[in-house]
């Protein structure tokens, strides 16, 4: 048996396979499909302190081999999470992680500070690329300034495994990495979805309430590739790759371009078991090529 | 039963009239515990440009022969995909999914309204409902005589009656127009509704008025039907609810219609 | 008849549909499949001032909905055009647009010197944003005072209609295309490629010889309308919009979003008579929308 | 003939062995001037995940019945997807795409080398060069007899040898190992091949070598097949060439072999 276990900060990951936030609810919503403790991890959906609705309905709008999401954070809020969730899935035998927002910094801080009080959550994921917020959200991971500060005043209030989730609607997303290395984040994760837009040609107006989405799946993964290697060749800190993975040879090709572990976002919308199938096929993979370790993979492209 | 993704053996693909096929499809499973109201989510193979399932209420479940029927509509390109499949594909489903309507009780007495495809959770639930046929009254409402399938099959569960917006079949107009509808609503002690949203909005609006009890189903764009991409949102007095998971169905009391 | 007709500063066009840069060769090779004097114009291979080989082969690959391109503005530089394709395309009965690169502002200008001569190449295409090649390309389109620096050295010695093609790959488009706007230029055109990579799960080699290469095709559509959006938004001149286009609807998308006139790329390899398809799908459009004009479609997004 | 898009029907969709299909497909309009060495690229309608058509040398026509026939051998997604086509179907094509091989004079005496599917061309030059016979050396090699595709049809024009590398059918080995080629070689006045990247490089060396006219059939990764894209590129002695219009055949004076 090959071994996938793998180790981000103090973390140790029993495979590099996770779920990406806000597509796999808390968890819960897919137990059905899937053994969860098979995972290496689960970021459950975007939390912010307090509850909000989200955006106005149409939410989505299909695109060639992907898809616009203009969600919007909907959520119960921290408290509802650590009341009512946090109990229900705090003893799943993988890491939950949490994704964090904010429309301030203060926003952020107030929130994981909560987050730093359950034992369960061994790690947070700061996320400054949500597109699909008015306040804080992106604004926070386009810039270097504003993204280092973040992540200084979350780093001050805690200790555990702090992985900062990084927009690719910038220049340069390797600046980015480097500044959120800089203030003592542990890992970055990449890439949140691209800005886009659909419009109805009949009616002449935006699909999405909000105009503008967010854009994942199999479309974008050229470009998720591209910048998980970037970001692996500007940063020591592991990095989390995502965007568009598929199946396991997507997944495979995250990790040689640089991902220390993968997430599965849009692909589980298709098919929740996606994931293990995702874990089988890169065992299936290790052994061919005869490799006795994930970290035989990690950033092995030959160029 | 628990929500599974699992192919389906398509048996029968049968062309009702100009825009509607029946999908008699085998499960390699039992398929207990599937109600009217629910859906699944279907996968649309080899079709370029088509990337998400596509939600289709079930129509009929045959529980020994564990086949599921689908009413499918051609709106777009996945939906005529899905009903150019031959007999003898399997076809990757994702099921059973959404809540169920409430079943009634022995002693309701239910309307049944049907719109387009909308006919199809009404048709199951006629059949499902356990009540002495005589309680259930069936109204169902089409464009013209030609958009309407046939209900043969479902006649000994209740008494049918139909409108057309062209009176090419029964009564002349929209559902709400119907004697069943305008003279007798208030017998009934439960409305059952599924079709256009403007025939559910009216319909609902009416049972609110009257305060009748009445649930409709819900349909709108799904890019996981299972509750976790929180794009399916239906704006109730409780605040944004998922229609895949906390619906299709819902109560008009719960809506802010 | 609709009128298909379209103003770019002071050039007419007979309808907005054209043909992409580096996707139509000088249109020669492509007109045993359409008549070229039906498009609004043809913006011609990439060219430079001197020959130019391109990077080396691996320089394609396919992905989700769209494809890789590292071609690496290979021609024969500016005197083989003059010399041997001008006379042979001058006479087209459309507008021939010369896509114009520079690896330093000089080359850009003394390229657009040359061009300036030629009677029949009513406008010039500034391309600052090439992510296929080392040294200028991109790199002059990625930010605002280097976008500046190159459009007020051409705008100097041009008098001719001025478009410059944008960059996808920047955190704000909307900023380069006002920064552009503000040095002289008549018109942007956009997107250009994205920056991609693909990986070679079986070799863990890249794909392309030069690692990372343009991502086009319907995968960048909703990318495209976006920014064609946002730019639209943001600066008075007329814009161009690429990026996905295959067939008529998606035109008709990007002129409501924005764009005065469109530009072909990709689609053209998959089916070359599609820009005339579209011309003729735009007519059908505007009839069953009782349009008189296309003026009555661009930025016509009601929101 | 003026290059064109061009729906082509399927007239038949034939397994030769496991992984090689013979397409033939009937043109609308007449097919007159698609010689050996130039190819069609086609269409794959209806696949996920396939974006870019897929080209495919001629391996034969029939210009009095407006017939083009394909031999299509499984790599990947889209060849696959081809080969599951269905007689009836119409299937887009782009055609004629690519410089054939230049055709041998009366007095030339020729040997054409086929591996893998690049036996295509090499029947069709066979086919169509016009010479007796006793001239056209046909030379294929495969990896194993299964690998082998009737030739049935060609034998009439030329004289047929064959290799395997596990020796099954004909010499045991490589197609340079052959005798006809090792011993007979300065008989030719004319080499041409098309099959796998390392046989028509050590067949090119050797005709190098030994001064022998050769032309080779390069394939490559191909985005539009008619010379826009600039993708197709070959490093040859003049600089990037693009295989899809200055080739795909070359004379390997011209490659940096
Ligand atoms: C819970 C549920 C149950 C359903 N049950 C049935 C059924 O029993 N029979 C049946 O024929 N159909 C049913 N539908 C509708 C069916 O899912 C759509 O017709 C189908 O997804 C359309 O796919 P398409 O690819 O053909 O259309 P597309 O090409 O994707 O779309 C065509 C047009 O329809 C719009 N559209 C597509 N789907 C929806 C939707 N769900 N709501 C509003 N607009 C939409 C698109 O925006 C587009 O403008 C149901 C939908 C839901 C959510
Ligand atoms: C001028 C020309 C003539 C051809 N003639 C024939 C023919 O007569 N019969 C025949 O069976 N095939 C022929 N081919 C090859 C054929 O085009 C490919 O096999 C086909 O495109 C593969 O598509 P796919 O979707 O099955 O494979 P994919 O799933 O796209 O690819 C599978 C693997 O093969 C590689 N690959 C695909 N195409 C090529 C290529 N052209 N060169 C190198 N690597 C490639 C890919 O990188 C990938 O690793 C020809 C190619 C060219 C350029
Ligand atoms: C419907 C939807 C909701 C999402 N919600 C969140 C979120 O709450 N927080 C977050 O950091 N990312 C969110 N994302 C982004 C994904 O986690 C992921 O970064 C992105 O979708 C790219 O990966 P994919 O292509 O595999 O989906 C969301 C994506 C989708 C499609
Ligand atoms: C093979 C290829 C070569 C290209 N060469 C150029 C070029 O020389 N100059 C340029 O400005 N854009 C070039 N482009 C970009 C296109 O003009 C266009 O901006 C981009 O492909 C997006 O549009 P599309 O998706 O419709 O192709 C090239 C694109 C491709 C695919
Ligand atoms: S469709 Fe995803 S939550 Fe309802
Ligand atoms: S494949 Fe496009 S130029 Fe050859």
């Known amino acids: 048996m090959v071994n996938l276990g793998i180790k981000i900060h103090e973390l140790d990951f029993k495979n590099p396979i996770m779920l990406a936030s806000g597509t796999c609810g808390f968890g819960e919503e897919i137990s059905d499909f899937l053994d969860l403790s098979r995972l290496g991890g689960i970021v459950v959906k975007g939390t912010t302190l307090k509850h909000r609705e989200g955006n106005a309905y149409p939410r989505m709008a299909e695109t060639p081999s992907g898809m616009l999401n203009a969600v919007g954070l909907q959520n119960k809020g921290v408290d509802n999470f650590i009341a009512n969730i946090y109990p229900r899935i705090k003893d799943i035998d993988t890491h939950i992680i949490v994704n964090v927002n904010g429309s301030t910094i203060e926003d952020y801080v107030a929130l994981t500070e909560r987050l730093n009080e359950l034992d369960k959550i061994p790690a947070i994921e700061l996320n400054i690329s949500c597109p699909n917020v008015k306040e804080g959200g992106m604004a926070f991971g386009i810039s270097c300034p504003s993204a280092e500060a973040v992540v200084k005043a979350v780093r001050k209030v805690y200790s555990k495994t702090l992985i900062v989730k990084l927009s690719p609607n910038v220049t340069s997303i390797a600046d980015i990495a480097k500044a959120v290395e800089s203030q003592g984040a542990d890992s970055v994760s990449l890439i949140n979805t691209l800005l886009g837009m659909a419009v109805n040609a009949e009616t002449r107006k935006p699909v999405l309430s909000t105009i503008t989405g967010g854009l994942s799946g199999p479309a974008i993964k050229p470009i998720a590739l591209r910048m998980v290697w970037q970001v692996y060749n500007a940063v020591k800190i592991p990095v989390m790759g995502m965007g568009g993975i598929m199946n396991a040879t997507d997944a495979i090709e995250f990790m040689i371009a640089g991902a220390s572990t993968v997430q599965i976002g849009t692909a589980i919308f298709i098919d929740p078991t996606i994931p293990v199938q995702i874990i089988d096929g890169l065992a299936l993979y290790m052994e061919r090529h005869k490799m006795q370790s994930v970290s035989e993979l990690i950033g092995s492209l030959q160029c | ?257």
Request: glycine share 8%; aromatic share 8%.
């Open chain 2, 1 to 257: 039963m628990k929500k599974t993704v699992i192919d389906l053996l398509l048996l029968k693909n049968k062309q009702l009239n100009k825009d509607n096929f029946l999908l008699k499809l085998r499960s390699p499973v039992p398929v207990s515990d599937i109600f009217p109201g629910q859906f699944v989510n279907v996968e649309i193979k080899d079709a370029q440009e088509i990337f998400l399932r596509r939600p289709f209420s079930v129509l009929d479940v045959d529980y020994q022969n564990q086949t599921i029927s689908l009413l499918v509509k051609i709106l777009g390109r996945g939906s005529k995909k899905l009903t150019e499949a031959q007999p003898g594909v399997q076809i990757s489903t994702i099921l059973p999914l959404g809540k169920s309507f409430t079943l009634p009780e022995r002693n309701d007495r239910i309307i049944l309204i049907g719109g387009g495809s909308g006919v199809a959770p009404m048709l199951f639930l006629a059949k499902l409902c356990g009540l002495d046929p005589e309680n259930v009254h069936v109204l169902i409402g089409a464009r013209s005589i030609t958009d309407h399938i046939d209900i043969e099959e479902y006649k000994p569960f209740g008494n049918f009656y139909f409108t057309t917006e062209d009176g090419s079949l029964g009564e002349k107009g929209y559902v709400t127009n119907h004697p069943v509808f305008t003279n007798k609503l208030n017998e009934f002690t439960k409305i059952y509704t599924c079709g256009p949203d403007l025939m559910m909005k009216a319909i609902g609006r009416i049972a609110l008025e009257n305060k009748l009890f009445c649930e409709v189903s819900l349909e709108n764009m799904m890019a996981c039907g299972f509750g976790v991409c929180l794009c399916c949102v239906e704006d109730t007095k409780a605040g944004h609810k998922c229609v895949c998971t906390d619906g299709p169905v819902f109560n008009v009391n719960d809506l802010k219609w």
